[in-house]
Structure formats: structure tokens, C-alpha cells
């Protein structure tokens, strides 16, 4: 059974940091692509990062140079490393295995998603 846990959110003053983890079950990341999305209230979900399964990273333009996606094969877990956080940020964040051992960008190919993880950035 596929399953993607996400764990680490919280609350995080402004300019904080935080480090999510998604774990990933029932499939490896040696032949699937991992993205990270975000959904606050009353908006549209998010594409945020993406890392394809031979490591090559993708990013949103809204956190481009202040998160950082790394897959540990190992452990078969996704993290994202969230830096300088805004209050903006705050969201729903969910990972999510896209059926492509590259990220493609193209939201149906997602297949499997995550509970999510709440992230909470005061002002």
C-alpha cells in the first residue's frame, strides 16, 4: 500500500526556519518524482518543489532561494528545508508522488497524497 506521511510542521515566528519530512511507504524513490504543495485558506493549492527520482530539483518562483528539497533514499524520505519564512507561507503543506520518475509539473500525474502538515509563520 503506497502511503506518504508528512510531519514537522508548527509554528514559526517570521523568519524562521522549519524542516518537513515526508515518508514515503509502499513504493521507492528510486523510480518516482516527490512535490511538496501548500493550501491556505481560501486559496488555490500550490505547486511549491519537486525532486525527481535521479535528484534533479524544481522550485515555485514564491520560494525559490529560501527552500531546499532533498530525497534521502535510504530512509525513502522527501524533506524540505524551509528557510527565512513568511507569514505569506502558511499553509497546508502536502506531498505528494507524482507517477513519473521525473517531475513533469503537470498536476494529474500526481497520484498519492498525504494527510498534510499544518505551518504557521506569526508575524
Known amino acids: 500500500e503506497v502511503q506518504l506521511v508528512e510531519s514537522g510542521g508548527g509554528l514559526v515566528q517570521a523568519g524562521g526556519s522549519l524542516r518537513l519530512a515526508c515518508a514515503a511507504s509502499g513504493f521507492t524513490l528510486d523510480y518516482y518524482a516527490v512535490g511538496w504543495f501548500r493550501q491556505a485558506p481560501g486559496k488555490e493549492r500550490e505547486g511549491i518543489s519537486c525532486v525527481s527520482s535521479d535528484g534533479s530539483k524544481y522550485y515555485a518562483d514564491s520560494v525559490m532561494g529560501r527552500f531546499t528539497i532533498s530525497s534521502d533514499h535510504a530512509e525513502n524520505t522527501v524533506y524540505l528545508q524551509m528557510s527565512s519564512l513568511k507569514p505569506e507561507d502558511t499553509a497546508v503543506y502536502y506531498c505528494?508522488?507524482?507517477?513519473?520518475?521525473?517531475?513533469?509539473?503537470?498536476?494529474?500525474?500526481?497520484?498519492?497524497w498525504g494527510q498534510g502538515t499544518q505551518v504557521t509563520v506569526s508575524s
Open positions: 505528494a508522488r507524482e507517477d513519473s520518475h521525473v517531475c513533469t509539473g503537470y498536476a494529474p500525474n500526481y497520484d498519492y
